[in-house]
């Protein structure tokens, strides 16, 4: 199988890497994964690297020009503005995953109840 390796991925296979994503960054399994990795004294961030490139082998895009590509959303697509959301909801949730494997399951909860408390502070003041 040859890979795409060249030009820019389209929308159409940005949206379905930050799908694919989110559905399995949400799979016990893979936050086992990401959590195993971090207890072997291994970057999280690693794992959810390998994550993405085997969702783009999956793509049939080659793996490192994929990741390659990530860094090139923001000027290939300055002017979507749905799209970037999209990808910084993508970079968001890889830093959740992460996140979440770093702190363990009790802690992480902990943090997104801190998290959602503040969102409410922060709604209340702009009233």
Not at 13 to 38: C, E, G, N, W, Y
Not at 61 to 84: H, Q, S, T
């Given at each position: 199988?040859?890979?795409?390796?060249?030009?820019?991925?389209?929308?159409?296979?940005?949206?379905?890497?930050?799908?694919?994503?989110?559905?399995?960054?949400?799979?016990?399994?893979?936050?086992?994964?990401?959590?195993?990795?971090?207890?072997?004294?291994?970057?999280?961030?690693?794992?959810?690297?390998?994550?993405?490139?085997?969702?783009?082998?999956?793509?049939?895009?080659?793996?490192?020009?994929?990741?390659?590509?990530?860094?090139?959303?923001?000027?290939?697509?300055?002017?979507?503005?749905?799209?970037?959301?999209?990808?910084?909801?993508?970079?968001?949730?890889?830093?959740?995953?992460?996140?979440?494997a770093e702190?363990?399951?009790?802690?992480?909860?902990?943090?997104?109840?801190?998290?959602?408390?503040?969102?409410?502070?922060?709604?209340?003041?702009?009233?």
């Amino acid at each position: 199988m040859e890979y795409q390796n060249s030009g820019m991925l389209s929308k159409e296979q940005l949206l379905h890497l930050f799908d694919r994503f989110a559905f399995l960054t949400s799979q016990p399994d893979v936050k086992k994964r990401i959590a195993d990795a971090v207890n072997d004294k291994q970057e999280a961030v690693a794992v959810t690297t390998a994550i993405q490139e085997e969702i783009f082998q999956e793509m049939g895009v080659d793996p490192r020009f994929g990741i390659a590509c990530l860094g090139k959303v923001n000027m290939a697509y300055e002017n979507d503005l749905a799209l970037l959301i999209q990808f910084y909801v993508f970079v968001a949730k890889e830093e959740t995953a992460c996140e979440e494997a770093e702190l363990g399951p009790e802690k992480f909860a902990e943090r997104m109840e801190a998290q959602r408390k503040l969102q409410q502070q922060v709604k209340v003041l702009q009233f």
